[in-house]
């Protein structure tokens, strides 16, 4: 069945540093693909989308590309703040079902 | 427009209860769905719907039933309470034609 793998964490940065968290999906067809961010005590939010092949989604400095090729949908941001503190979902919609990864804990050292 | 409304927020029951967590959307969604998240875990499906009247079961179904008798709701019952159930609980909606999801608040449920 359709499944996301996210890169296992906890993630820990400095402040200004370079972040990368890896998502590979295995899915039939071509499913939209999600990031979601949780921060602590909340619920869950839209970080970013990409519904085909080769489309970037982009949101607070956030980016990640839809890589239909190595079926991958990877987490970038240049320079992460504090304040990006959180757990961090991708998933992917197929079929009216919206299937989550394990989810990713983000922790930023000033 | 109130979007996705999950009650109650708190619950603790004893093992052995039955209850049911309710879920209302008043966007006219067709695709419906409950998930369970726990620690390290993720949000794992429950259950799913695809319209009024069609469920199906995600990747944890056991100890949970659910029905879709009109568009707005979508209530999860839990038939006999156990502690391994003990988890927040999320449900979600969208459109045929968004790519958006809508989440409510959580149901936080604890089991002694």
């Known amino acids: 069945g359709d499944s996301v793998t996210q890169m296992e964490g906890p993630v820990t940065l400095s402040e200004e540093a370079f972040l990368t968290i890896n998502c590979t999906y295995t899915a039939t067809g071509y499913p939209s693909l999600f990031w979601y961010v949780q921060y602590p005590g909340e619920g869950l939010q839209l970080l970013l989308k990409a519904t085909k092949a080769d489309d970037k989604g982009s949101n607070k400095g956030f980016e990640a590309t839809y890589r239909k090729e190595t079926t991958s949908f990877h987490l970038e941001k240049g320079s992460v703040q504090v304040s990006d503190s959180a757990v961090y979902f991708c998933a992917l919609d197929q079929g009216g079902k919206l299937i989550f990864g394990q989810g990713t804990e983000l922790s930023v050292k000033p | 427009n109130a979007g996705v409304t999950q009650t109650p927020k708190f619950q603790v029951l004893k093992t052995g209860q039955s209850m049911t967590l309710q879920c209302a959307q008043d966007?006219?969604?067709?695709?419906m769905s409950w998930y369970r998240q726990d620690p390290g875990m993720g949000l794992r499906l429950i259950h799913y719907s695809v319209g009024a009247g069609i469920t199906d079961q995600g990747e944890v179904p056991n100890g949970y039933n659910v029905s879709r008798s009109t568009t707005e709701d979508f209530p999860l019952r839990l038939l006999s309470a156990a502690p391994s159930q003990t988890s927040v609980y999320f449900c979600?909606?969208?459109?045929?034609?968004?790519?958006?999801?809508?989440f409510g608040d959580g149901t936080r449920l604890s089991i002694l």
């Open positions: 966007m006219n969604h067709e695709y």
């Open positions: 979600a909606s969208k459109g045929v034609r968004g790519a958006t999801w809508h």
